[in-house]
Structures are given as structure tokens and as C-alpha cells.
């Protein structure tokens, strides 16, 4: 099974791109597609999201990583939540994963369900489902949230509970999206302190448009820097220049992490290989990507 985990202690700026299992049907040749255009971002994994409960294609998420892997030679992570899960499907989905060679698993709570539908299940947290996952030999990445989970109000609770995943065997960390790296800095300065010593590795999204900027901020909680509000301002009736100022936006953010060496940068590219791709080259403009 692959371990992303050695593929990263040698690369110079740990550079990862995250995909969804594209919706509709014949997926893995719609994922197909989006890899061969990714891949040539020359990226040091490919991560797959699944949906928590297994709606919408996420059943396809193993089959995507393993796909990554084998036509394309880049390490292919599986993201998997635990919400709702029993013990015993999380067991089927670990061989799955094995059988597949997909060794390196996002663990992940995954959202609860909207009010009135209890989740279940054998798990509560992420934490719980980490130590299963290292039980059978997985590199385990687990999600950090440099301004807290949406849920979670307290920076010092926040950062207890990294730690908390980090005990139960986290081997790295994949951050939600941030539109200031000032908020990330803010962050891993108390991480680093409270003995969160496993890399913490910075996700960034550039933004598209005006709803879906909308969207994630109320879905995540991150705030939106001046600047954004400014860009999106500027271009509010021309969404191409907004596309296009959004993926400038975020190259500056990368190359400004990249500057203060950090861990690594992973880009939420959305299935769309050209931000893949001009993330790379903003890198390597700058030296820091081969
Ligand atoms: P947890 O770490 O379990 O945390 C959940 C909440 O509980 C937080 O508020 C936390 O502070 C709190 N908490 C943790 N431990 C304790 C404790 N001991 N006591 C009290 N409170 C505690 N979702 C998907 O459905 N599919 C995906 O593919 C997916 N990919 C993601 C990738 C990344 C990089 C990130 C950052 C998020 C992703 N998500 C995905 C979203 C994620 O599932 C949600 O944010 C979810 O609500 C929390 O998941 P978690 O693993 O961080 O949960």
C-alpha cells in the first residue's frame, strides 16, 4: 500500500491537489478525464472526497484513488468519514482500500445530518476512527481548521482536539480553506506550541464567483479578507475577470506559504485541472516546484 507520508518527507514543497468523484454517470471515466489534466500539475498526491453517509458517487472514491495510482503513478489518498458508520463497514471499507492498494486515508468525521436525523453509529469523532485505520497499517492524514471548525468556538478547544487526533495517530494534517494566510500563521504558532509537532499541510480554494465564495464562508466559517470583497467588488459583472482574479488571488496566497515555510499546500482545485495547473506554475515560478 502506498504511504503518502514518505513521498512527502522528501519533496522540497509538498505540493497536493484534492477531487471530488465527478457526479452523473460513468464517473471513473469522467475522474479519468479530470486526472490526466491534473496530473500535469505533477502533483505529490491526489486526494478523493467522498460524501459522509456515501451519498451522491462517493462509493466510486476508492476506486478513483486506486485509478490515480495505477494509469497515472501519483499516490491517490481516500478520503473517509466515520459519521453514521458502524465498525463493521468501516472494516469492509479499510479492505476495500487494502485490496485496491490505496494506503493513505483522510479520516474524517464528515458532517452530522441536518436536525432531527441522528447520526448513529459507532463513532462521534474523527479521533475515534483514526486508531483503527493505523491499527491496519494506514498513513492517516486528519483535518485541521485554522479558524475552528464551524462548530467549534474556542481556538484553545481547537486546537486540543488536533492534538487530541495527533495522539490517536495522525500521521499529518490537511487544513479547511483560509482567505488569509494571517489566520493560518495565528494558528500553527499555538499548534506548534501545544506540541502539534505531525505537518500540517495548508488547503487553499480559490475562489470562482460570488456565490460560491458565499457558500463556503458560511459553510466553513472562514472569514474574507478586505482585499477579497474589494476583487469581488471590482468584478462583479464580469465572472471570467472574477475566475480569473479568484485563481490569481489564491497562487499569491500558496506562494506567500511557500515563503514561510510551511508544511506543504493543497489545492481544493474542483475538478478543474487549470487551477491544478497554474498553482504548479506559480510555484515553480518562484523556485519552489521543479
Ligand atoms: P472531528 O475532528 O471529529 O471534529 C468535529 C467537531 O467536533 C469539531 O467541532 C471539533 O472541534 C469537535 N470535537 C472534536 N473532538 C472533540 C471532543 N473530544 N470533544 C468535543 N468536541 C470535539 N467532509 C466530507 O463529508 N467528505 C470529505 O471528503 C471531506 N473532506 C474534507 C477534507 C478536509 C481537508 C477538511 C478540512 C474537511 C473535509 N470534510 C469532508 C469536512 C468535514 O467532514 C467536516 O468539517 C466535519 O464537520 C468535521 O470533520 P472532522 O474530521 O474535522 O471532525
Known amino acids: 500500500m502506498n504511504s503518502v507520508f514518505?513521498?512527502?518527507?522528501g519533496t522540497q514543497l509538498p505540493f497536493s491537489v484534492e477531487m471530488f468523484p465527478p457526479k452523473g454517470q460513468l464517473t471513473l471515466d469522467a475522474a479519468r478525464q479530470v486526472v490526466?489534466?491534473?496530473?500535469k500539475a505533477r502533483p505529490d498526491f491526489i486526494s478523493v472526497?467522498?460524501?459522509?453517509?456515501g451519498s451522491g458517487n462517493s462509493s466510486q472514491t476508492v476506486d478513483i484513488a486506486a485509478l490515480i495510482q495505477d494509469e497515472f503513478s501519483i499516490p491517490g489518498v481516500a478520503h473517509l468519514t466515520c459519521v453514521g458508520a458502524t465498525r463493521a463497514g468501516i472494516e469492509a471499507e479499510?479492505?476495500?482500500?487494502?485490496a485496491a492498494g490505496v494506503g493513505t486515508v483522510l479520516a474524517l468525521r464528515g458532517d452530522l445530518p441536518a436536525e432531527g436525523n441522528a447520526a448513529g453509529g459507532d463513532f462521534r469523532y474523527a479521533k475515534d476512527l483514526i486508531p483503527l485505520l493505523k491499527q491496519e497499517g494506514f498513513t492517516v492524514?486528519?483535518?485541521?481548521?485554522?479558524?475552528g471548525h464551524i462548530t467549534c468556538?474556542?481556538?484553545?478547544?481547537?486546537i486540543r482536539h488536533l492534538r487530541e487526533k495527533q495522539e490517536a495517530g495522525a500521521d499529518f494534517f490537511i487544513t479547511q480553506l483560509f482567505f488569509g494566510n494571517e489566520a493560518f500563521y495565528r494558528f500553527h504558532e499555538p499548534a506548534l506550541a501545544a506540541g502539534v509537532g505531525a505537518p500540517i499541510i495548508c488547503g487553499i480554494m480559490p475562489f470562482l464567483g460570488k456565490s460560491q465564495i458565499q457558500r463556503m464562508i458560511f459553510m466553513c466559517g472562514s472569514s474574507l479578507p478586505a482585499g477579497i470583497i474589494k476583487l469581488l467588488a471590482k468584478y462583479e459583472d464580469d465572472p471570467a475577470a472574477l475566475r480569473q482574479a479568484g485563481i490569481e488571488y489564491a497562487c499569491e496566497q500558496l506562494v506567500d506559504l511557500a515563503n514561510h515555510q510551511v508544511d506543504g499546500v493543497h489545492v481544493y482545485a474542483m475538478n478543474h485541472p487549470?487551477?491544478?495547473?497554474?498553482?504548479?506554475d506559480a510555484l515553480a515560478d518562484k523556485g519552489f516546484r521543479a
Open 6 to 9: 514518505e513521498t512527502l518527507s
Open 36 to 39: 490526466a489534466g491534473v496530473a
Open 49 to 53: 472526497t467522498c460524501s459522509a453517509g
Open 94 to 98: 479499510m479492505a476495500r482500500m487494502k
Open 141 to 147: 492524514a486528519a483535518a485541521a481548521y485554522p479558524e
Open 153 to 158: 468556538l474556542s481556538p484553545q478547544d481547537n
Open 274 to 280: 487549470d487551477i491544478a495547473c497554474a498553482a504548479a
